[in-house]
């Protein structure tokens, strides 16, 4: 039986349609959600969220502070170390690039030839996780949780640096959701927060996109306002300000 070919305008509008149908079905399976759902929170939620991801630390410990604000005093410089079998480079200079785009007050870009960098990100195999886990924590016998993590020195004068180890064979999905995490962990908010389902900062989410709540919370960070060391009782009364100043530039 011969089959007649569709006319060309029908067929290119049926390709587009399923084109749109398919990008839909990946959104969803994605974690996208309506866009009622994706509103950001009240001032009030936000503030809590902030102090919560900026006031507290993940990994606690006897090198882990949580009572006073950690971000970057110095330009951050990322240097990538990708012993993987994929090279990731490129997708982290893309994400560092768009840092540098949507945060205001962060200086950050990937480090030159010569140039030293204060933020390392470490691209492994999951072969080389915990070796690479090991060296980074100076822990001979320790054992490195999850598929990724971040360490940061810092002191009342800032974060001196940063390294995040990411699982690079597992997936693209799992790698940049990795990378987001953890590169915005390593520049100051080091906790994370179950009450924020628009954050990468909420391991329960499944988001694999520097999210318009991550960005505003970002831009808090990183505003003038708010200095390195300062402790929560003298960053709380400037927060209202510098959320609805943050918010209102964004268009948020």
Do not use: W
């Not at 054992?143 to 597992?170: K, W």
């Not at 915005?184 to 318009?212: C, R």
């Amino acid at each position: 039986m011969s089959v007649r070919p569709l006319p060309f305008r029908l067929l290119a509008a049926l390709t587009c349609r399923t084109a749109l149908l398919l990008a839909f079905g990946l959104a969803l399976l994605l974690g996208a959600q309506p866009a009622r759902a994706q509103r950001l929170p009240g001032d009030e939620a936000m503030i809590r969220g902030f102090e919560a991801v900026v006031f507290g630390a993940e990994i606690t410990g006897p090198l882990s502070d949580s009572s006073y604000l950690k971000k970057f005093a110095a330009p951050v410089r990322v240097r990538v170390e990708n012993p993987a079998e994929i090279d990731r480079k490129p997708a982290v200079a893309t994400f560092v690039r768009q840092l540098a785009r949507q945060v205001k007050g962060l200086d950050i870009a990937m480090a030159g030839r010569g140039e030293p960098a204060n933020f390392v990100v470490h691209v492994v195999d999951r072969d080389d996780y915990q070796r690479t886990g090991r060296a980074v924590y100076h822990r001979p016998f320790g054992r490195t949780p999850g598929n990724c993590i971040v360490r940061s020195s810092y002191g009342r004068a800032g974060i001196t640096r940063s390294d995040a180890i990411i699982v690079s064979d597992e997936g693209d999905l799992l790698f940049r959701r990795c990378l987001i995490e953890e590169v915005l962990q390593g520049l100051g908010p080091l906790n994370d927060n179950t009450d924020a389902p628009q954050s990468v900062f909420n391991d329960t989410s499944k988001l694999t996109s520097f999210t318009p709540y991550d960005r505003l919370l970002v831009n808090m960070l990183y505003d003038s306002r708010l200095r390195p060391g300062m402790s929560l009782a003298d960053a709380e009364p400037l927060l209202p300000a510098v959320l609805r100043d943050n918010r209102r530039r964004l268009g948020l």
